[in-house]
């Protein structure tokens, strides 16, 4: 057997009978607290993340197809349906591996989940503690002082947070590796990359060590992570994230792109220095280069260090040697979480793996002052956070107080390091790691600088909407009247823009009613979809029948005729209804190996719509589908348009709209159905969907998220047509 630490240290002055006895009455104190707080909120709430892992490995147990499943309404629509309490929920930007974490516990119901995972977290934590004791061999009551410090770790009880998992999982790998199971120590690295993405700087520091063996180690965990998503939860759901998800995941851009409540190195940088009108109308100054500079130049200078600093020596089994492997391994978890774009409280859980490391790395030198300033930013970090009421401009500063304790960390582990440095060290190495970091860091800064292009270009066609809608999308026009559904903080709802096609009107909600996932709209009257434990088209007409079983209304230009959506295991299709012939039935127009997205009809009452066809989606064409006397079925015909959903048709059934996949980002496109042409309307690296014509087929209004966080849209009102 390998020995992985010094023998136990002395007791030192600091350390005397009466300061382990504070140590344990403090701990006392912080577990009743935890006990008698924390642990019934924990086991009594749902209202918590815990749903967003819980309902996508339900979908995949109950073989629902899952393809669309980070879409935010889809997703809602599911969760409405199995009626869970819960105002919203969303994937983004979490990894499918993720939630398949909880595949096994989806026989139960969501609370008895919980509990259960509840109590695999608890045993995780003890069995944490234990390894932590194995590696430092620092006292009982430190190591539980330690964990009882973190308020993160209560967070993550409460939310039921997966980070109590990698903190384990990261802990493990670190006392495999000391003990040199390297490829074992490798796999398991690459398995909690699978989780969450920032574990794969771990393979860099494999790299800097030299050592192929857990670097491939750590490939296989990550395939395999990759392959248990693949068959839980398919081909298109894993290429919407690494196409779509993890691009905007790893600018900042994801979730809360402005906010400083969650800092980092991106949000910060977003409110300094991207003007956005809705969500940051005064930054310090508008350069969104400087932001596409910087943000990868403070990751690197807050990484580089880590892996500067690593020596590249993979068998040392001496006890100085190994106690600054703990310390390498503590420095890479700290600045992984330093450069997090999208920081949670409950993130920082993972901190007491680091604190423990480098509280024995501080024991022999009995640095009191080191010690004191190691436990204060451990515990402040977790209680301190961000806060957006800092005022605007440069005062953005002051306002990420936990990114600047952060950075501080990364500082005291650093100094360890250098302290710890031998006496030789290969210059030629460290040149060619900081000539490899220097090409990612160029690679990095002219892909931000690409990104930019183009990406404000919407700002001059925006539609003011109030500030309490975070997402509007579904746009209809009724008259000069722009309607759409909004993301409000108690879910979704139909909304009403007064005058949107001519000036900046009042906007109205509809909030007495749950959640309103979609809208149509024809000679004056107006149709929502209303979801519950099934979703029904309601109509504004109090004598008109609703839908049952029905999604995703769509009315003719004469409204005569609903075509709408009908789902089973999550693959739908589409339904004709007469709206003024109650004798005719309802029927099916498209087939059941196409899943039916979006549709949109011609004048003639024909239809284009969208559906995915193997794991991409396209545009199709129905014609014929109706009669005086019934709806009947006939041929489906692909119209070649690529990668492309949400049709439009112009009322004069002269165009249509739709957005088109390239390069992971939906743009729009225009096609004159008379002769076939097509032309792009926009081009930045961004998303623009559901196209919606106004009356004179030459303006649209439609979603965009450019310059805000994936599928946060905002409306845009464009014409398209001269």
Not at 315 to 344: G, H, N
Not at 382 to 395: F, K, L, N, R
């Amino acid at each position: 057997m390998h020995v992985i630490s010094d023998n136990p240290i002395p007791l030192r002055p600091m350390t005397h009978q009466w300061v382990r006895i504070g140590e344990w009455i403090l701990f006392a104190l912080l577990v009743t607290h935890f006990c008698v707080r924390t642990v019934p909120a924990a086991w009594h709430t749902l209202k918590t993340d815990f749903p967003d892992y819980y309902l996508p490995a339900a979908l995949a147990h109950q073989h629902v197809d899952t393809s669309r499943v980070y879409e935010w309404i889809w997703l809602e629509r599911q969760k409405d349906h199995r009626d869970i309490d819960l105002q919203m929920i969303s994937l983004v930007p979490s990894t499918g591996f993720s939630a398949l974490v909880l595949y096994p516990l989806t026989s139960m119901s969501l609370l008895a989940a919980k509990h259960c995972w509840l109590l695999i977290n608890f045993g995780l934590l003890i069995a944490t503690l234990y390894l932590l004791r194995d590696m430092t061999h620092i006292s009982w009551s430190r190591i539980a002082l330690v964990a009882a410090l973190s308020f993160p770790l209560r967070g993550n009880f409460i939310t039921g947070q997966y980070y109590v998992l990698l903190l384990f999982l990261l802990t493990l790998a670190c006392y495999l590796y000391l003990r040199q199971k390297r490829f074992l120590a490798g796999v398991i690295i690459g398995l909690t990359a699978g989780l969450k993405i920032f574990p794969v700087i771990y393979l860099l520091y494999f790299l800097r060590k030299r050592d192929m063996k857990a670097f491939a180690g750590g490939l296989v965990g990550g395939i395999g992570a990759a392959i248990a998503s693949l068959l839980a939860f398919g081909v298109a759901m894993n290429r919407t994230y690494f196409v779509q998800v993890l691009p905007w995941t790893l600018r900042g851009e994801a979730l809360a792109t402005y906010t400083l409540k969650s800092p980092s190195f991106s949000s910060l940088l977003h409110r300094l220095f991207i003007y956005e009108p809705h969500l940051n109308p005064h930054p310090a100054f508008q350069a969104p280069w400087l932001f596409a500079v910087l943000h990868p130049v403070l990751q690197m200078a807050v990484l580089a260090p880590a892996l500067f600093l690593t020596i590249p020596d993979k068998t040392c089994q001496q006890p100085a040697c190994l106690r600054r492997v703990r310390v390498e391994w503590a420095a890479i978890l700290l600045a992984s979480l330093a450069i997090s774009t999208s920081p949670q409280s409950y993130q920082f859980t993972l901190l007491i793996l680091p604190a423990c490391v480098v509280l024995e790395a501080l024991q022999p030198e009995a640095n009191r002052i080191f010690v004191a300033i190691l436990l204060l930013l451990f515990t402040a970090t977790g209680i301190v956070s961000g806060t957006d009421h800092v005022g605007p401009g440069w005062a953005a500063l002051l306002g990420v107080p936990r990114l600047y304790i952060l950075i501080l960390s990364c500082a005291l582990v650093y100094a360890l390091l250098i302290r710890q440095q031998p006496d030789q060290v290969s210059k030629r190495d460290r040149i060619a790691w900081a000539a490899a970091l220097g090409v990612m860091l160029i690679v990095a800064i002219l892909g931000n600088l690409r990104h930019q292009q183009g990406l404000y270009d919407d700002y001059k066609w925006r539609i003011p909407i109030p500030d309490e809608a975070h997402m509007a999308v579904n746009p209809a026009i009724q008259g000069n009247d722009v309607l759409f559904v909004a993301m409000l903080d108690d879910g979704y709802h139909s909304a009403a823009i007064e005058n949107g096609m001519k000036q900046d009107g009042l906007t109205h909600f509809n909030t007495a009613a749950p959640d309103q996932l979609a809208l149509t709209v024809a000679n004056g009257r107006r149709w929502l979809e209303q979801a519950g434990t099934e979703s029904t088209i309601i109509s504004t007409l109090p004598s008109a029948a609703n839908i049952p079983q029905a999604e995703s209304p769509v009315a003719s230009f004469d409204g005569r005729w609903m075509a709408y959506v009908r789902e089973n295991q999550g693959r739908s299709r589409i339904w004709i209804r007469a709206l003024d012939s109650p004798t005719i039935a309802d029927k099916p127009v498209t087939p059941p190996d196409l899943d039916a997205l979006e549709m949109s009809f011609l004048p003639n009452g024909d239809m284009v719509f969208s559906a995915i066809s193997g794991s991409r989606p396209g545009l199709f064409t129905a014609t014929g589908i109706q009669s005086e006397d019934k709806i009947q079925s006939n041929p489906i015909q692909s119209l070649d348009a690529g990668e492309a959903r949400y049709p439009a048709v112009s009322p004069d059934g002269h165009w249509l709209a739709y957005s088109r996949l390239q390069n992971g980002n939906w743009n729009l496109w225009l096609r004159d159905l008379t002769n076939g042409q097509t032309q792009r309307l926009t081009h930045a690296e961004c998303n623009a969907t559901e196209p919606a014509w106004a009356a004179d087929s030459r303006t649209l209004v439609y979603a965009s998220d450019c310059g805000r966080a994936l599928w946060f849209s905002t409306l845009c009102r464009r014409q398209v047509v001269p």
